[in-house]
């Protein structure tokens, strides 16, 4: 479930992204970009782009941590943490709340190799 939240966030941000750039081949992501995205801005996007910029940055910020983000009930419970945390601070940056969603859920998630 955060999986597809993720990609769905992620793919937002790139359809965002090319009705703003207005061309036709796809935008790169940048994490100077994206990292100033807050949750309301990210909520007024598509599904699609929202769950690829949300994907986008729980990658970066699981790669920084070490571990990675399985698609079973262990990324399930960041995903949960991602929403409630958006849903309390709409204000605060998306990247800030999935990067301490995942610092939370750090001791349940398998190591990058």
Known sequence: MMTR???AAAALLV???TVQAQTASPPAFTLERAVFITCKE???????ARK???YYLAEYSARYRGVTLPEDSRGEQVGYLVRG???LAPDAYLFSVIDRAIVA???NLPKRQ
Do not use: N, Q
């Open 5 to 7: 939240m993720l990609a």
């Open 15 to 17: 359809a965002s992204t």
């Open 105 to 107: 859920e750090l001791k």
């Open 85 to 87: 945390g958006c849903t």
């Open 42 to 48: 990210a909520h007024d996007m598509k599904p699609d």
């Open 52 to 54: 690829a910029l949300s």
